[in-house]
């Protein structure tokens, strides 16, 4: 017997050994209760179909597509007329009038002096390079070397002006009217223009005589006439733009050209300096391919250096409040007649007196207070149109089918004439979410892609900038709890 008893007590039950392995205690108990219920609600979580918010913004419906337009104007390259070492009167880029001058040629060489360039020349190559930096296109890099020569250009020329300034007390004017200076043959122009001091091998070309070739920008190549040698007679020396009238010729594809088939002006914004000005617009065809014409007849003196822009189409101007198509809906509501309404004395919401009938046959009336989503005018012809006048006119509101059973009589309190409710109106509008419920908001649509619409964003009962709608409709119901 004392070992019977000695073996039972060392013998550990069940519930020990269970303590033993898990620990089971209050600690472990709320533990385990709190792993099965996040485990039960991740299950839920990725099980469930997930409700994603749209944020509203404001803006157009799309971004206006860019393109690289090629520039002709009418312009002259002129030749030197006898030898010699040159000088520059005329700044490149500025306006000239006829028989301004524009160069010098002497038969001997100004010594090398050096010279400091005003804080105005300086200004001027600061932004010469900032303009070049910002524009810059990698895949586009022989337009380094196109800079680089202008650049060097401009320095030589804004030098030689600075010296020549300083040299002469009278320059300016002797240069104006004189056709010598110093030991100088002066050279004017024979036309009022635009002054460079480049070629490119585009200046006889016409909007009528444009290639498909031409358009290469791999192949194209600016030659910079500005010099410190020698000229010979016949050399190309400077070109002068002669009409303010220019064209920009762009590419089009099949879908652009048949977007733009119906335009006759169009606006343009220029990506170099974000300046934009309206052309006239046609469509051409250039070997086969159709390509955008626009006529200006201003501008030119910005880009008379550039032969081919970067420029974007101003052709989406409707804006207003952006939002995804998948989150509209349409909704059916009774209409009333505004003359209907009625105001609570105590609360003073607006709703509408139901009368209803007891048994006995005796009539009273019931105040309903109910959302109003639309109030559209009713015009004398019938017709509606929106409006948000608070002007004593007719209205229709549009309320919810909820609020009232078909063959409701409102009873108008001035006059105690009766309306049977049954008129139904259909409205377009989204489900805002703005306080964790869905909520129908009313919206007019202006313009749409295949993706996107654009609303009015002077709705009455309709959205505003900031509000959150559910992209997806189709998912929830209206009043459904999303969190």
Same mark, same amino acid.
């Given at each position: 017997?004392?070992?019977?008893?000695?073996?039972?007590?060392?013998?550990?039950?069940?519930?020990?050994?269970?303590?033993?392995?898990?620990?089971?205690?209050?600690?472990?108990?709320?533990?385990?209760?709190?792993?099965?219920?996040?485990?039960?609600?991740?299950?839920?979580?990725?099980?469930?179909?997930?409700?994603?918010?749209?944020?509203?913004?404001?803006?157009?419906?799309?971004?206006? &597509?860019?393109?690289?337009?090629?520039?002709?104007?009418?312009?002259?390259?002129?030749?030197?007329?006898?030898?010699?070492?040159?000088?520059?009167?005329?700044?490149?880029?500025?306006?000239?009038? $006829?028989?301004?001058?524009?160069?010098?040629?002497?038969?001997?060489?100004?010594?090398?002096?050096?010279?400091?360039?005003?804080?105005?020349?300086?200004?001027?190559?600061?932004?010469?390079?900032?303009?070049?930096?910002?524009?810059?296109?990698?895949?586009?890099?022989?337009?380094?070397?196109?800079?680089?020569?202008?650049?060097?250009?401009?320095?030589?020329?804004?030098?030689?002006?600075?010296?020549?300034?300083?040299? &002469?007390?009278?320059?300016?004017?002797?240069?104006?009217?004189?056709?010598?200076?110093?030991?100088?043959?002066?050279?004017?122009?024979?036309?009022?223009?635009?002054?460079?001091?480049?070629?490119?091998?585009?200046?006889?070309?016409?909007? +009528?005589?444009?290639?498909?070739?031409?358009? +290469?920008?791999?192949?194209?190549?600016?030659?910079?006439?500005?010099?410190?040698?020698?000229?010979?007679?016949?050399?190309?020396?400077?070109?002068?733009?002669? +009409?303010?009238?220019?064209?920009?010729?762009?590419?089009?594809?099949?879908?652009?050209?048949?977007?733009? $088939? +119906?335009?006759?002006?169009?606006?343009?914004?220029?990506?170099?300096?974000?300046?934009?000005?309206?052309?006239?617009?046609?469509?051409?065809?250039?070997?086969?391919?159709?390509?955008?014409?626009?006529?200006?007849?201003?501008?030119?003196?910005?880009?008379?250096?550039?032969?081919?822009? &970067?420029?974007?189409?101003?052709?989406?101007?409707?804006?207003?409040?952006?939002?995804?198509?998948?989150?509209?809906?349409?909704?059916?509501?009774?209409?009333?007649?505004?003359?209907?309404?009625?105001?609570?004395?105590?609360?003073?919401?607006?709703?509408?007196?139901?009368?209803?009938?007891?048994?006995?046959?005796?009539?009273?009336?019931?105040?309903?207070?109910?959302?109003?989503?639309?109030?559209?005018?009713?015009?004398?012809?019938?017709?509606?149109?929106?409006?948000?006048?608070?002007?004593?006119?007719?209205?229709?509101?549009?309320?919810?089918?909820?609020?009232?059973?078909?063959?409701?009589?409102?009873?108008?309190?001035?006059?105690?004439?009766?309306?049977?409710?049954?008129?139904?109106?259909?409205?377009?509008?989204?489900?805002?979410?703005?306080?964790?419920?869905?909520?129908?908001?009313?919206?007019?649509?202006?313009?749409?892609?295949? &993706?996107?619409?654009?609303?009015?964003?002077?709705?009455?009962?309709?959205?505003?900038?900031?509000?959150?709608?559910?992209?997806?409709?189709?998912?929830?119901?209206?009043?459904?709890?999303?969190?």
């Amino acid at each position: 017997m004392p070992n019977n008893k000695k073996k039972t007590s060392r013998s550990p039950g069940i519930l020990s050994k269970i303590r033993r392995v898990f620990g089971l205690n209050i600690g472990t108990i709320m533990f385990g209760a709190l792993f099965v219920y996040m485990l039960f609600s991740a299950i839920l979580y990725l099980t469930s179909s997930r409700i994603e918010s749209y944020q509203v913004i404001a803006g157009p419906l799309s971004r206006n &597509e860019t393109y690289t337009g090629l520039a002709i104007r009418e312009e002259v390259t002129n030749k030197a007329e006898s030898n010699g070492y040159i000088s520059y009167f005329a700044r490149e880029g500025n306006k000239i009038n $006829a028989n301004g001058a524009v160069y010098g040629l002497s038969s001997t060489q100004t010594p090398e002096v050096q010279t400091e360039l005003s804080a105005e020349d300086l200004s001027r190559i600061r932004s010469d390079m900032q303009s070049f930096s910002k524009g810059f296109n990698p895949s586009k890099f022989n337009s380094t070397y196109s800079f680089k020569y202008q650049l060097e250009g401009n320095i030589l020329q804004y030098a030689v002006t600075a010296e020549n300034t300083s040299s &002469e007390e009278d320059g300016a004017a002797a240069v104006s009217y004189a056709n010598t200076l110093g030991n100088q043959t002066i050279s004017r122009a024979k036309s009022d223009g635009i002054i460079l001091y480049s070629m490119d091998g585009y200046e006889s070309k016409t909007v +009528d005589t444009v290639t498909a070739a031409d358009f +290469d920008q791999n192949s194209y190549h600016e030659t910079d006439l500005k010099t410190q040698d020698q000229v010979k007679a016949g050399d190309d020396v400077y070109t002068i733009i002669t +009409d303010e009238r220019w064209s920009l010729l762009i590419p089009l594809s099949e879908k652009q050209a048949v977007k733009l $088939a +119906d335009r006759t002006s169009i606006r343009v914004k220029f990506l170099k300096d974000d300046m934009t000005q309206s052309g006239d617009f046609s469509i051409m065809e250039i070997d086969g391919a159709k390509y955008g014409r626009i006529d200006f007849n201003k501008g030119l003196i910005r880009y008379a250096s550039d032969r081919f822009l &970067e420029i974007e189409l101003v052709t989406n101007t409707v804006t207003g409040l952006k939002i995804p198509l998948t989150s509209i809906v349409t909704k059916e509501f009774y209409t009333i007649p505004s003359e209907y309404s009625t105001t609570n004395e105590d609360s003073q919401e607006v709703g509408f007196m139901v009368e209803n009938r007891t048994k006995d046959g005796e009539s009273s009336n019931t105040f309903v207070n109910t959302d109003i989503y639309a109030s559209i005018e009713v015009t004398q012809s019938g017709s509606s149109t929106d409006s948000d006048s608070s002007q004593e006119t007719s209205y229709l509101y549009y309320v919810d089918k909820s609020a009232f059973n078909e063959g409701d009589a409102i009873v108008n309190q001035a006059n105690q004439s009766k309306f049977i409710v049954g008129d139904i109106g259909v409205l377009e509008g989204v489900y805002c979410i703005n306080k964790g419920y869905a909520v129908f908001r009313r919206i007019e649509i202006l313009d749409q892609n295949e &993706e996107y619409a654009i609303v009015s964003k002077n709705t009455s009962y309709g959205l505003s900038r900031y509000d959150h709608i559910v992209r997806d409709a189709s998912q929830v119901d209206e009043e459904d709890i999303l969190y």
